[in-house]
């Protein structure tokens, strides 16, 4: 099992940057593949990038290829999101999540099997 804990949200301008982070505890993370995904206020839950469990691929929405970046540090236990360029439509919660399969490179959300509460992101035009 592992717990989830992601902070680093805020409020920021239109083209500004911010970086999420998103702290595991419990088992060792390289054991999982992670992913971010947000939720809009009155929107479903959206995937935003994933990474398998050495980080050698990547998935991303299309709405953020080329702006965000996931990364991760296992020693850390930290999995990160760059977030460049952004933008009022970026405003959601953010939420981490792990998938026991190491190798999952999903953008689905029933594909992982523990989240964490959530950080929010708030974008001004």
């Known amino acids: 099992q592992v717990q989830l804990v992601e902070s680093g949200g805020g409020l920021v301008q239109a083209g500004a940057s911010l970086r999420l982070s998103c702290t595991a505890s419990g088992r060792r993370l390289s054991r999982f593949s992670m992913a971010w995904f947000r939720q809009a206020p009155g929107q479903e839950r959206e995937f935003v990038a994933c990474m398998i469990w050495n980080g050698r691929s990547t998935y991303y929405a299309d709405s953020v290829k080329g702006r965000f970046t996931i990364s991760r540090d296992n020693a850390e236990k930290t999995v990160y999101l760059q977030m460049n360029s952004l933008k009022p439509e970026d405003t959601a919660v953010y939420y981490c999540?792990?998938?026991?399969?190491?190798?999952?490179?999903?953008?689905?959300?029933?594909?992982?099997?523990?989240w964490g509460q959530g950080t929010q992101v708030t974008v001004s035009s």
């Open positions: 999540a792990a998938s026991k399969d190491p190798q999952e490179l999903s953008d689905f959300g029933r594909s992982y099997d523990y």
